[in-house]
């Protein structure tokens, strides 16, 4: 009975339940999607999101949103987006990162942003009110519905190159905010954008496609993911003119028509005949230019050739036919385009020679310093010499062999300290009484701070047109205090590590001495004089670690004293965020790394300070080693490009 009970309640629950909440208004919850490598060509290195290790990518592997694709010389990937059926071929060194891949109230969204090189998409129509398509370049972001499209990202000039072979696009500027512009882009048309371009009409950067640029930019991965697609060309291509006719036909005319410069049947006859040889002209001038080779392109021409209704004949291809008004926009876009190159090149060309000065002059004091200190080290050498000499002839020949004996005496010691110093480094760890400490009032030890500066300053830095990256600067303050007597200062050694995003500041100074760097910036102020021998060096201790070795040495001078607090050294430091880790506007971005940055402190961990007096002692003070956390505190902010 009791179990019949149970069974009573509980049918009666589920219908309560069913009444109460069954017929409600159903709730959409964001759903991820996932892209699916179906092709794979060389090196093809993928970084899963959130992560900072790479993964070599291989047939059928899954990606989603916020991986990272990474494409070697000779390289290349396919990727499929498993509901939709949209294809992206990426050419090799590329570099692009998935940044939407979500479903949200039926609406389907892909997005990527390419940095580096280039892809080919092909697009299925978008069913869907709330679909989307879109491509992003650090300048532009096209938008498609249905489209065979190229991008291509220029790294080192800042160009981004769009094209529309089949299907319509829309593109519009992302790095000019205040003057935000888009432009409708129609099959066989291109437009070429620079970072940093304040054209007044985003529409006079458009023209007929350049098929010498095109193929220039393309592996032979792009030229036979264009002619595999070659149907989906024909037919979008077909609509398209079979549309524009019917307009010119009932005496319409629109934008797409004046843009496209189509006022009658003739004109349009014309760019069905150029659309009708566009691929055959991209594929004649890769076999040219030796993009391909010709033996496979003619076997993918053949099995292409038997499933299209158009048959491809590379031998029967017609020359795209330019108006006089194409040829001359073509042609200024062009001289534009070699201009800015130009430009480029003589700015990195100053470059490179400044560089060299630099280094020349650099290596130059460097020679000159080490001829001054061996030609000091000489006369120290002789000047003693010849007062040894000197004393020996005042002595008489008793007092002549007591200082002798003593010189050999000092001589012996020092060969036993050299060999026990050699044993240390050896592994033997023997204890031994130090000089001065075998009984007495015990020194007292020097007090060591550790500390970082109470203000930072975090910088946007655009680099060369590409991916702009968040900059934190910082520096490391080391202070001194209570290092009298025996404790005084001649000479000492510092080792630090920290995380591979964290770099010395040094390593950005391209101009000027690294010596009246390593003065002017690390040991201004310092208890140590401007001129004393020095070692600075960071190296790489694994592929998260970073290690900085710091030595200075007050030679040829004395023992330095600090009675009261001072400084003996500040490192400045970078800390790299790059920006791909956060989504959204780059002002919104900011925003969330200065939050990460409360909430995550910076880590610097300290290894080893020791300090030595002239006698080689080793100095007592208070243990600073272990891990030191700076919270920044973010007030200034800025933005800068590097060129």
């Avoid at 993928?46 to 010389?73: E, F, P």
């Avoid at 009409?201 to 991965?221: K, R, T």
């Avoid at 956390?629 to 933005?639: A, G, L």
Wanted: aromatic share 8%.
């Amino acid at each position: 009975m009791k179990l019949k009970r149970v069974v009573a309640l509980f049918l009666c629950f589920s219908v309560v339940f069913v009444i109460a909440f069954g017929s409600s208004a159903p709730v959409y919850a964001k759903t991820s999607r996932v892209a699916e490598v179906i092709e794979v060509v060389g090196d093809v290195q993928i970084t899963k999101a959130g992560g900072s290790k790479s993964y070599r990518a291989y047939k059928d592997m899954t990606l989603n949103q916020g991986d990272h694709v990474v494409t070697g010389q000779g390289a290349s990937l396919v990727l499929r987006i498993s509901d939709h059926d949209d294809e992206i071929t990426i050419d090799q060194n590329a570099s692009l990162y998935i940044s939407e891949l979500t479903e949200l109230a039926g609406g389907k969204k892909s997005k990527v942003k390419m940095w580096a090189g280039a892809l080919w998409s092909k697009v299925k129509t978008l069913v869907g009110q709330n679909d989307e398509f879109e491509v992003e370049t650090p300048t532009a972001v096209m938008g498609v519905r249905g489209t065979n499209l190229f991008v291509g990202v220029n790294p080192e000039t800042g160009q981004s190159k769009f094209m529309i072979g089949s299907g319509v696009g829309v593109v519009r500027n992302t790095d000019n905010q205040e003057n935000s512009q888009s432009v409708l882009l129609f099959p066989s048309q291109q437009l070429n954008l620079f970072f940093g371009d304040q054209a007044t009409d985003l529409g006079d950067g458009v023209s007929i496609v350049d098929l010498d640029a095109l193929v220039q930019s393309s592996g032979p991965a792009i030229i036979e993911s264009i002619l595999k697609n070659k149907a989906a060309f024909d037919r979008e291509n077909e609509e398209f003119i079979a549309q524009q006719k019917r307009l010119i036909e009932t005496g319409q005319s629109n934008n797409q028509m004046q843009q496209l410069g189509i006022s009658s049947l003739a004109d349009l006859e014309r760019m069905k005949s150029n659309l009708d040889n566009l691929i055959g002209n991209i594929v004649n001038k890769a076999i040219a230019e030796n993009k391909v080779n010709e033996s496979t392109i003619q076997q993918l021409i053949e099995q292409i050739n038997k499933t299209s209704d158009k048959k491809l004949d590379l031998k029967q291809v017609k020359p795209l036919e330019l108006t006089a008004l194409e040829k001359k926009k073509q042609e200024e876009l062009k001289r534009l385009e070699e201009e800015r190159k130009k430009k480029l090149d003589e700015e990195k060309k100053k470059q490179e020679e400044l560089k060299k000065k630099n280094e020349e002059l650099l290596k130059k004091l460097e020679d000159q310093k080490k001829k001054q200190e061996e030609a000091k080290k000489k006369a120290e050498e002789e000047a003693k010499k010849k007062a040894e000499e000197e004393l020996k002839k005042k002595l008489d020949a008793e007092a002549l062999a007591a200082f002798l004996a003593k010189q050999a005496e000092l001589e012996k010691q020092k060969q036993q300290q050299e060999a026990a110093a050699k044993q240390n480094a050896g592994g033997t760890n023997q204890p031994s009484q130090e000089p001065g400490n075998s009984g007495g009032s015990q020194q007292s030890k020097g007090t060591v701070k550790v500390g970082f500066n109470e203000e930072s300053t975090l910088q946007i830095e655009f680099i060369e047109g590409s991916l702009y990256q968040y900059v934190l600067e910082f520096n490391l303050n080391i202070d001194l205090s209570n290092f009298v007597g025996d404790n005084a200062i001649y000479g000492v050694q510092l080792e630090l590590t920290y995380g591979n995003e964290i770099y010395t500041k040094d390593s950005t100074w391209y101009e000027g001495n690294f010596d009246n760097i390593f003065y002017n910036k690390i040991i201004k102020n310092s208890i140590f004089p401007s001129d004393v021998p020095y070692v600075y060096e960071q190296s790489d201790m694994n592929e998260v670690e970073q290690h900085l070795l710091v030595g200075l040495v007050n030679f040829p001078n004395g023992n330095i004293s600090v009675s009261s607090e001072k400084r003996l050294i500040s490192i400045p430091f970078i800390y790299y965020v790059d920006d791909y880790e956060f989504e959204g506007h780059y002002d919104d971005v900011y925003d969330n790394i200065v939050q990460h940055l409360k909430d995550n402190p910076i880590e610097i961990v300290l290894n080893k300070l020791q300090f030595v007096n002239k006698n080689g002692k080793e100095a007592t003070t208070t243990n600073p080693v272990g891990t030191y956390k700076f919270k920044p505190n973010i007030i200034v902010s800025e933005q800068i490009h590097v060129d």
